[in-house]
C-alpha cells in the first residue's frame, strides 16, 4: 500500500467516522427515550433490562457467520447494509408507535433484529479502519471511534430527557430515522480498499463454516490475545450488569430528566476520555493502558455503590465512562496490529462472540438480582439492614448500591489475576505486529 494511498485513506476513514457519529447519536437518542420507555411502563429493572439482553444475543449466535461474510465482501458494502437493515428496524419502530400498536415486546422482537445487522457493522467498521489509517495513527483513530461514542453519549441522554417532553417518543425516533441518511450518504461516496492476502488468510479459506471458526483457532494459538479476550468476557459480565442498573438505580432516586443529565455527564466522562486517547495515543505498551484503567472503573463503581447523593453518582459515572474509551481503544489498537488484516473480519468477530457471550446472561440475570436480590437485602427490616445497612445506608437504591461494590471487588480480582500472567502482560512484545511496512505510511 502506497504512502499517497494510506494518506488518502486517512480521509475517508473521516468521512465514514463522521456519519458512524451521527449515527450513533441519533440511535443512543432512541435507546435511552425507548428504555425510559419501557422503565416508566413496567416499573421493572427486569423489564428494562431484556432491552439490552435481546440487543446482544445476535452478537453471540451470528458473530463468527458476520465476520466470514465481511472478509469475503467490500467493507463499505457490509456497513451499508448494516446501517440499511438497522433503520428498517426504527422505521418499524416509530410506525408501530404512530399508529398505538407498540407493545414491549415489539421492542424486543425489533431490537434483536436490528442487533442482527449491527452485528455486520463492528466488525467491518473495525477492519476497514485498520485498512484505511497508517498503523502508526491507529490508536488515535481507534481514540476517535471512541470519541465518537463519547459525543452521543453526552448529548444524547441530555436530549432525549429534554426531547421526550416536547416531541414525544414518536420525535425522538423521526431524528434518529434521519441520522441514518446521513450514514448512507457518507458510506455511499467513499470506497474502501481491498486486505491484500496473507499466508495466514489463505489458512483459514474454505467452507462458511471452517471460515467462521477459524476466527477461534487463530485467537486460541496465540495464549496472549486468548487471554485478553477472557479478560474482557470476564470484565464485561460486571460492566454491563452495572450499566443496565444504573438507570433503575436514578429513577428509584429521581426523575427522568435528571437520569438525562446524569447520562450526559457519564458521557462526558466519555468524550473527554475520548479526546485523551485521540490526542495521546495511549502508553507505548497498550496493555498498561488497560490494566490502570480498569482499576479506576473499579474504584468508581465503589463510589456508586457508596452513596445515593446525585452528584457523587454522577461522578462515579463520569469516572467509569472516561476510562472505558481508554480501554476499548487499547485493546483494539492490539488487536489490529497483531491480526493479518484479510482475517480481521472472522477474528474479530469471533472475538466478540466470546467476550460479549456472557453478556446476554449478565443483562437478564441483573434484572431479578436488582428486583429479588439485592434491593430487599437493604430496605427497612431486610436481612443486611443491620449490619452492612449501617455503613452504606437503608432504603431506596441502597440494595443496589451493594451490588456495585460486590462488582467493584470482582472487577479488582480479575485485572489483578490478569496482570500476572505473562504472555497477556507482554502480549505487545511476543506476538509480531501484522500490519503494512511503516516506510510505506504516511
Not at 456497513?79 to 437493515?85: A, F, I, Y
Request: proline share 5%; aromatic share 12%.
Amino acid at each position: 500500500m502506497t504512502a499517497e494511498t494510506r494518506k488518502t485513506g486517512f480521509r475517508t476513514f473521516l468521512i465514514v467516522w463522521f456519519g458512524q457519529l451521527v449515527s450513533l447519536t441519533g440511535s443512543n437518542l432512541t435507546t435511552f427515550a425507548l428504555g425510559v420507555w419501557v422503565f416508566l411502563q413496567t416499573r421493572s429493572t427486569t423489564a428494562f433490562a431484556l432491552i439490552h439482553a435481546f440487543s446482544s444475543i445476535p452478537a453471540v449466535l451470528l458473530g463468527p457467520f458476520a465476520g466470514v461474510f465481511v472478509d469475503r465482501w467490500d467493507r463499505r458494502k457490509a456497513m451499508l447494509l448494516s446501517d440499511s437493515g438497522a433503520a428498517i428496524c426504527t422505521l418499524t419502530v416509530l410506525f408501530l408507535l404512530s399508529s398505538d400498536r407498540l407493545q414491549i415486546w415489539h421492542l424486543y422482537v425489533l431490537l434483536t433484529l436490528s442487533a442482527c445487522f449491527e452485528t455486520i457493522q463492528w466488525p467491518a467498521y473495525s477492519a476497514a479502519t485498520a485498512l484505511l489509517v497508517p498503523g502508526r495513527l491507529l490508536a488515535k483513530a481507534n481514540g476517535m471511534v471512541q470519541l465518537a461514542g463519547g459525543v452521543a453519549r453526552i448529548f444524547a441522554p441530555f436530549m432525549a430527557g429534554i426531547l421526550i417532553g416536547i416531541i414525544e417518543l414518536k420525535g425522538v425516533i423521526s431524528i434518529d430515522l434521519t441520522t441514518f441518511v446521513i450514514a448512507l450518504i457518507t458510506l455511499a461516496i467513499v470506497r474502501v480498499p481491498k486486505p491484500e492476502k496473507t499466508i495466514e488468510g489463505q489458512a483459514g479459506k474454505g467452507s462458511v463454516f471452517k471460515e467462521a471458526f477459524f476466527g477461534w483457532t487463530y485467537i486460541r494459538q496465540r495464549k496472549g490475545l486468548f487471554a485478553l479476550l477472557m479478560l474482557f468476557g470476564v470484565v464485561n459480565i460486571y460492566t454491563s450488569i452495572a450499566y443496565v442498573i444504573y438507570t433503575p438505580l436514578i429513577l428509584t432516586l429521581s426523575t427522568p430528566k435528571i437520569l438525562g443529565l446524569l447520562s450526559s455527564v457519564a458521557g462526558l466522562g466519555y468524550l473527554l476520555g475520548s479526546l485523551l486517547i485521540s490526542i495521546w495515543g495511549g502508553p507505548t505498551r497498550k496493555i498498561y493502558g488497560i490494566y490502570i484503567s480498569e482499576i479506576v472503573i473499579a474504584s468508581s463503581l465503589f463510589l456508586l455503590g457508596s452513596t445515593i447523593n446525585l452528584i457523587l453518582l454522577g461522578l462515579g459515572a463520569f469516572f467509569a465512562f472516561a476510562c472505558l474509551p481508554i480501554v476499548d481503544a487499547c485493546s483494539q489498537t492490539i488487536w489490529q496490529q497483531k491480526t493479518a488484516p484479510d482475517i480481521q473480519g472472522r477474528v474479530f468477530s469471533f472475538r466478540r462472540v466470546i467476550a460479549w457471550s456472557s453478556v446476554p446472561l449478565a443483562y437478564v440475570a441483573a434484572g431479578p438480582l436488582a428486583d429479588k436480590v439485592f434491593s430487599p437485602l437493604l430496605v427497612e427490616g431486610g436481612a443486611l439492614a443491620e449490619s452492612i445497612g449501617q455503613i452504606i445506608g437503608v432504603g431506596p437504591g441502597r440494595g443496589l448500591g451493594l451490588f456495585y461494590i460486590i462488582l467493584g471487588i470482582l472487577m479488582i480480582l480479575a485485572t489483578a489475576l490478569a496482570y500476572f500472567y505473562i504472555p497477556l502482560r507482554n502480549v505487545e512484545i511476543i506476538l509480531p505486529d501484522m500490519l503494512p511496512d511503516p516506510t510505506l505510511e504516511n
